[in-house]
């Protein structure tokens, strides 16, 4: 008689952790709808959880008095006490129009972290259009992002994992890696030990079937071995950016080298 053995290849499917971030866009009304999207799509792009809604309108009323009296303490306290987000990232777009039909946009973003200090930064859309206008938001994001904003004095946060710039944690590559190698390593053995019906000798009671739960083992090894050389690989690779002005123009890279 086959006695079929069962095998239950467990997978563990582990969570990289997302950094939660809200946005709010004040200013330049023809703007917001699109700088918005832009910026969600960054960050949704670059591994964080983009959170709805993260200030309500009151709230974001104190923060806009807040710059209007210059006080950026002000600010970061009205996102530490109301934000349902761990980080804030919120622009004013300013725009001005040119002789030529064309227009200027000017977009200060700040970096809001609770009990962290605030980061700012300032870029020009020279005679922007929407090509230029991506191309700045990106540039504003890189800078904004490349350092983790520093804790205000007196407050320990907690230690978060350590991050690649993707957003998932440092050792999920290599444990993709380890566990894809493991999984191919038994899928291999299974196959080996695997018994066939025994068609002109005598019958045995019992064989091991086990090549059908190799195979699939194996598979399932071969997928994380694949991803887990892939996210490695892509988080080592550096990431073009390029700005555009009316005078000229750069191309340069952000990563890791």
């Known amino acids: 008689m086959r006695l079929p053995i069962?095998?239950?290849?467990?997978?563990?499917?582990?969570?990289?952790?997302?950094?939660?971030?809200g946005v709010v866009v004040t200013g330049e009304a023809t703007v917001q709808p699109q700088l918005a999207a832009q910026l969600e799509r960054w960050l949704h792009d670059h591994g964080r959880e983009v959170v709805p809604g993260?200030?309500?309108?009151?709230?974001?009323?104190?923060l806009i008095d807040c710059f209007v009296l210059e006080d950026l303490g002000c600010a970061r306290g009205v996102v530490d006490a109301?934000?349902?987000?761990?980080?804030?990232v919120f622009t004013r777009a300013e725009?001005?129009?040119?002789?030529?039909?064309?227009?200027?946009?000017?977009?200060?973003?700040?970096?809001?972290?609770?009990e962290r200090h605030a980061l700012a930064e300032r870029r020009l859309c020279d005679r922007?259009?929407?090509?230029?206008?991506?191309?700045?938001?990106?540039?504003?994001?890189?800078?904004?992002?490349?350092?983790?904003?520093?804790?205000?004095?007196?407050?320990?946060p907690p230690a978060e994992e350590p991050?690649?710039?993707?957003?998932?944690?440092k050792w999920m590559p290599l444990g993709l890696v380890a566990v894809g190698g493991a999984a191919l390593l038994a899928g291999g053995i299974m196959i080996a030990i695997d018994e066939d019906v025994n068609l002109m000798g005598k019958q045995q009671a019992e064989i091991?079937?086990?090549?059908t739960g190799g195979v699939?083992?194996?598979?399932?090894?071969?997928?994380?071995?694949?991803?887990?050389?892939?996210?490695?690989?892509r988080d080592k690779q550096s990431t073009p950016i390029a700005a555009v002005s009316s005078d000229g123009g750069y191309v340069g890279w952000a990563g890791r080298f």
């Open 128 to 156: 922007c259009n929407d090509d230029t206008l991506h191309a700045t938001v990106d540039e504003l994001m890189l800078a904004l992002v490349h350092e983790p904003p520093m804790p205000l004095p007196g407050t320990q």
């Open 6 to 21: 069962v095998v239950l290849a467990s997978l563990v499917t582990t969570t990289a952790y997302a950094e939660r971030v």
């Open 163 to 169: 991050m690649s710039e993707g957003g998932m944690p």
């Open 82 to 88: 109301r934000s349902k987000s761990k980080a804030v």
């Open 95 to 114: 725009m001005t129009q040119n002789s030529d039909g064309t227009r200027n946009i000017a977009i200060t973003g700040y970096w809001f972290q609770k």
């Open 216 to 233: 699939v083992l194996g598979l399932v090894g071969i997928a994380a071995l694949g991803a887990g050389g892939y996210l490695w690989w």
């Open 208 to 211: 091991r079937d086990t090549a």
């Open 54 to 62: 993260p200030l309500e309108p009151e709230a974001i009323n104190t």
